[in-house]
């Protein structure tokens, strides 16, 4: 008599019948599982209290000129995306008038 190691039903056959676990893996009655390893802390590990953030700019504020050019950036990819979508629904409207509708 063999007792699954997973779920702790009877094991008759090869396998648990309750939750198919073969019965090499539990041979022998309750084994107990492998003994996790002792835990050994990281031995890179920073101390505590170490900088939190070591990427942090700089300086706090962005330079106008940075905004200038992201609101330009901005603009522009608003513009690419406005013609884009108006090719896309100007190529539709003409795949519709020329495509025979069935
Ligand atoms: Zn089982």
Redesign the pocket.
């Known amino acids: 008599m063999a007792f ?1 190691t ?4 009877n ?1 008759q056959g090869s396998f ?1 019948t ?4 073969p019965l090499s893996a539990a041979a022998g009655q309750q084994a107990p599982p492998a003994p996790a390893p002792a835990f050994q802390p990281p031995p890179a590990a920073s101390p505590m209290g170490a900088t939190p953030v070591a990427a942090a700019p700089a300086k706090r504020g962005l330079s106008p000129l940075v905004w200038v050019l992201i609101i330009v950036a901005g603009l522009i990819l608003l513009a690419v995306l406005g013609v884009v979508g108006a090719g896309f629904f100007v190529m539709h409207k003409v795949h519709q008038a020329g495509s025979i509708p069935s």
């Open positions: 699954c997973t779920c702790g039903a094991v648990c309750s939750c198919g676990t």
